[in-house]
């Protein structure tokens, strides 16, 4: 069997007695070889144990020291990131708490002063003398009849106008003072035709004359006008309460207060104002403020204190008794809708008078007389209504005014003879419109057509017949400062006007009209 | 191991869930217009119907009669075209429109622009204006409302 298994394990040498030795050998050379460090370690032990444990004592002093330094440098590591973390913390603290204090940089000095020299140079800003209007030029063109009334004074052949230049100034004082004026500089009178003969069967008229010479090269030129539109200075602390001194614009309705020509619809004003059923500006006292009831509602009143209506009341009132005015008005300017209305009432006393001096034949004395040419009061109402949705626009406004005269005060209608004379009696005067606009649903283009209708009953002395406008246009506003209207209406007069049939005048025209805001 | 995961899912189906609520989600986002006010502004709160009398100009003091000093952003700037649209409700030619419309009729001009308005709102009494939620220190100013990008 152990032949067997000696056999087996080596196959070259079966059973073979000459193999045995050789590899008995050769075994016992790796048992030795491999055991020599075990019989060296076994053989040692007893002479370096003392050694060894020295040694090894040594190397644990040697760990527990370096252990001992690295636990030193962790907590001084910590302690400074704690104290690093506290500084920063301190210093977020402070530049959360003021910005311009903790941890400025150079460069945040810089971004600091960068950002603090645009707030001071918005709020200069805000103090500037600030100049800015509007002006419009036109196209129209009359049609009327052969036999119509107008065929004397009204200019039917097409024309290009220059109708409005207003120029505005306006600069902010303080945070409650302000000062505004608005010019409007015209070529009138030039072209002005004025009547030098105004007897009442015959009338002529004449063109005024305002060609003047350049005194620096001879040359001549026609000089224009300037109309004061308004002056005033505005102390205005809060929405609550405000006031203006100076002339300002009658608080009235949309059309007179809203004034520009890229402001408006239509090409044309309508009837309620160039009829001044109401003055068109008062000079005085305009007290105002506003309220608000909820965050999309607000309430205006008003009240104007001033000369009223006179030839002379921009500079100077020819009767004591001051206008009153009163305003109130609601507004809702709500997510889909946006409404107001609102009434104006005004009462003033209105004079003219002529002065001069003669000679008293009895006393031998010069005397100074002074003639009363008319005296009235008037008690005007306005109402108006304003109404947005959708691109919907729909606004009316309505004007009565009842004029009584004071005894003494009748203006003179029409004098035939030295003892023949016809004075004007009490009277209404009364107008309104009603405009409605739709704006077409394009983003690129803003167009609104739009149609008016108004009525209007002038004061008697009036030169503007009574009667129905039907008009309509278009209104595109290019651009925000730009807008181009071109409209049409008639005029349908319903009553004579000095002794002429109504149907001699009616009138039409057709206009366009390019007006910019600047 | 798996109860961890199970508890990992569920708090993320919270979190989806109340991601999807309206206004939540909004609520939180970097790009929501805080409309900031200095801090010795009054109000404590507005809403947006009042913040836009405000910025058109219909309201211009605060409840204890200061004047209200309005800021916008710059007219070209992102925050700008949300402000007009969220709460003008106006596309920027309508408000471009409307402020030529008020110089003629009020003689009155768009608030003042400015690149950095938080700074501007801390340093100027009685100001108001409005930034991304990620551009405002909330610590220097007063938060009178939250507008979420919807």
């Not at chain 1, 060609?211 to 609550?240: C, L, M």
């Not at chain 1, 000079?283 to 608000?292: E, K």
């Not at chain 1, 009163?326 to 409404?339: E, H, I, K, Q, R």
């Amino acid at each position: 069997m152990a032949c067997q298994s000696i056999q087996s394990a080596t196959r070259e040498n079966p059973c073979g007695v000459a193999g045995r030795p050789v590899t008995l050998a050769a075994a016992m050379g790796i048992l030795l070889l491999s055991a020599g460090p075990v019989r060296a370690q076994s053989g040692a032990e007893p002479k370096d144990a003392a050694v060894e444990d020295s040694q090894a004592a040594d190397s644990r002093d040697a760990e527990l020291e370096s252990l001992k330094k690295r636990l030193d440098a962790l907590e001084q590591s910590r302690a400074a990131e704690q104290a690093e973390k506290e500084a920063l913390q301190k210093r977020l603290e402070a530049v959360e708490s003021n910005p311009s204090e903790g941890g400025n940089t150079e460069l945040e000095e810089r971004v600091d002063s960068l950002e603090t020299s645009q707030i001071e140079q918005m709020q200069e800003e805000e103090r500037k003398l600030k100049i800015f209007g509007f002006a419009d030029v036109q196209w129209y063109k009359f049609w009327y009849k052969k036999d119509s009334a107008y065929t004397n004074s009204l200019n039917d052949n097409n024309s290009f106008a220059v109708a409005h230049w207003n120029l505005f100034m306006e600069k902010r004082l303080s945070e409650q003072f302000r000062v505004l004026g608005e010019v409007r500089f015209l070529f009138q009178p030039y072209g002005e035709e004025l009547s030098v003969d105004s007897e009442l069967w015959g009338t002529e008229w004449e063109r005024a004359n305002v060609k003047a010479t350049d005194w620096v090269d001879a040359y001549y030129f026609e000089w224009g006008g300037i109309s004061i539109e308004r002056f005033w200075i505005e102390y205005h602390p809060n929405d609550y309460f405000g006031v203006k001194a100076g002339m300002y614009l009658t608080p009235y309705g949309v059309w007179n207060v809203d004034h520009g020509s890229t402001v408006v619809i239509p090409a044309h004003r309508p009837f309620i104002s160039t009829a001044r059923l109401l003055p068109e500006s008062q000079t005085g006292l305009y007290l105002y403020g506003r309220a608000f009831p909820s965050d999309k509602t607000a309430i205006d009143y008003g009240l104007t204190l001033s000369n009223g209506r006179g030839p002379t009341t921009k500079l100077y009132d020819l009767d004591e008794s001051k206008a009153l005015g009163g305003l109130l008005t609601f507004s809702y300017d709500g997510p889909v809708v946006a409404l107001s209305f609102g009434t104006y009432l005004f009462i003033g006393e209105s004079t003219d008078i002529t002065r001069g001096n003669g000679f008293d034949a009895a006393t031998g004395q010069s005397t100074n007389y002074i003639n009363t040419v008319y005296n009235y009061i008037e008690k005007s109402m306005s109402f108006y209504l304003k109404f947005e949705a959708a691109g919907f626009l729909l606004q009316s406004e309505f004007v009565r005014g009842l004029i009584r005269y004071e005894e003494g005060g009748r203006a003179l209608y029409f004098e035939m003879s030295d003892t023949l004379a016809y004075y004007l009696p009490d009277f209404i005067q009364q107008g309104a419109y009603v405009l409605a606009a739709y704006r077409l649903p394009f983003d690129a283009v803003s167009i609104s057509p739009y149609f008016i209708y108004e009525y209007g009953e002038p004061d008697p002395m009036s030169a503007l017949p009574s009667g129905h406008n039907f008009g309509g246009g278009i209104n595109w506003r290019i651009t925000p400062a730009v807008v181009w209207k071109v409209e049409g209406f008639h005029h349908h007069a319903n009553k004579s006007l000095f002794g002429l049939q109504a149907e001699r005048l009616h009138y039409n025209v057709v206009s366009t009209q390019l007006a910019v805001s600047y | 191991m798996f109860r961890e995961w199970i508890r990992t899912m569920l708090w993320a189906a919270l979190m989806g869930a109340v991601m999807l609520i309206p206004g939540v989600s909004s609520a939180e986002s970097p790009d929501d217009i805080l409309v900031i006010a200095n801090k010795g502004v009054g109000e404590k709160s507005m809403s947006v119907a009042e913040l836009k009398q405000i910025f058109l100009k219909k309201k211009s003091s605060w409840s204890n009669g200061d004047k209200i000093v309005a800021i916008n952003a710059e007219d070209n700037s992102k925050v700008r075209k949300d402000f007009r649209k969220l709460v003008l409700d106006m596309t920027d030619t309508e408000e471009s429109t409307y402020w030529e419309k008020q110089k003629i009729k009020q003689q009155i001009a768009a608030p003042k622009e400015l690149q950095s308005r938080t700074k501007a709102v801390f340093k100027l009494k009685n100001a108001i204006s409005y930034a991304y939620r990620s551009e405002v220190q909330k610590n220097i100013v007063k938060v009178l409302l939250v507008i979420p990008q919807s």
